[in-house]
Nanobody
Framework: QVQLRDTGGGEVQAGGSLRLSCVAS????????MAWFRQAPGKKRELVAR???????NYADSVKDRFTISRDSAKNTVYLQMHDLKPEDTAVYYC???????????????WGQGTQVTVSS
C-alpha cells in the first residue's frame, strides 16, 4: 500500500513563504507524476503544480513565478516552495501521486491527508 504524508502548512502574513513536503511510502517504481492540489472553502479542488518522474513540471497560472515544485525521486519526496503568498492562496493543500497502469488502462492515484495553508492580509 502506498501512503502519502504532506506537511509544512501553517499561517503566514501576506508576502511570506512556506515550504510544503510530501513523502510517499511503499513500493513505487516506473513512470509517475507527483503533484500538489489545493481546495479553498466553497471551491473545487484545483491543480497547483505537478512534476513527472523525469523532471518536467508545470504550474497553474495563478502561482507561476511564486511557487516552485521539486522532487527527490530517490526519496519519493516532492516539495512545494511558496513565496510571496497571498490571501487567495489560503486553502488545504494536498499531495498527489499518479501512477499509470498500462495493463489495466487505469490511473492509480494516492492522496495525502492535506495540510492547511492560511495567509493573512
Amino acid at each position: 500500500q502506498v501512503q502519502l504524508r504532506d506537511t509544512g502548512g501553517g499561517e503566514v502574513q501576506a508576502g511570506g513563504s512556506l515550504r510544503l513536503s510530501c513523502v510517499a511510502s511503499g513500493s513505487i517504481s516506473g513512470a509517475n507524476v507527483m503533484a500538489w492540489f489545493r481546495q479553498a472553502p466553497g471551491k473545487k479542488r484545483e491543480l497547483v503544480a505537478r512534476m513527472i518522474s523525469t523532471g518536467g513540471s508545470n504550474y497553474a497560472d495563478s502561482v507561476k513565478d511564486r511557487f516552485t515544485i521539486s522532487r527527490d525521486s530517490a526519496k519519493n519526496t516532492v516539495y512545494l516552495q511558496m513565496h510571496d503568498l497571498k490571501p487567495e492562496d489560503t486553502a488545504v493543500y494536498y499531495c498527489n501521486l499518479a501512477i499509470p497502469d498500462s495493463a489495466t488502462l487505469t490511473l492509480r492515484e494516492f492522496w495525502g491527508q492535506g495540510t492547511q495553508v492560511t495567509v493573512s492580509s
